[in-house]
């Protein structure tokens, strides 16, 4: 999930489900605390804390975090465009925690087939096996 994220780092198109979106969530929450933390660290006896190693790690996760909501809006059936409802104030903790929360379309969408994308297919998005039994004499 967080290596699925990673390996299609500025990847817009296609579809992440659920499981990447959290664990990627997850990721950048631990990433940043960690970041906080260390420039707590290092900045002990400063008058301010300086926020080097945050700032580093948010520049680090914005281009992934966005290419990451595209997908999950791709995966529910819409527009990456919806993305703009995160600069309206309430909605959008709303909007994103919904976002998370609501499982992906069924099958193929306008976006992409449900293992596009980054997504593992299931055993209902495989074909049922055929067995060749080959011809009768």
Excluded: C
Excluded at 16 to 21: L, V
Excluded at 129 to 134: E, I, K, Q, V
């Amino acid at each position: 999930m967080l290596f699925t994220a990673m390996k299609n780092y500025a990847k817009f198109s296609g579809r992440a489900d659920r499981k990447e979106f959290w664990g990627f969530f997850l990721f950048a929450i631990l990433l940043v605390a960690a970041a906080s933390a260390l420039d707590l660290m290092v900045s002990r006896g400063a008058s301010e804390p300086t926020g080097v190693f945050f700032g580093i790690a948010l520049v680090a996760i914005i281009i992934p975090n966005l290419a990451l909501y595209a997908r999950r809006l791709h995966d529910i059936n819409r527009s990456g465009w919806w993305m703009l409802l995160g600069g309206v104030p309430i909605i959008n903790f709303i909007f994103f925690l919904v976002l998370g929360a609501v499982d992906g379309t069924d099958g193929p969408n306008r976006f992409a087939n449900p293992n596009e994308g980054g997504m593992v297919a299931g055993p209902k998005d495989q074909p049922p096996a055929r067995m060749d039994l080959g011809t009768a004499s």
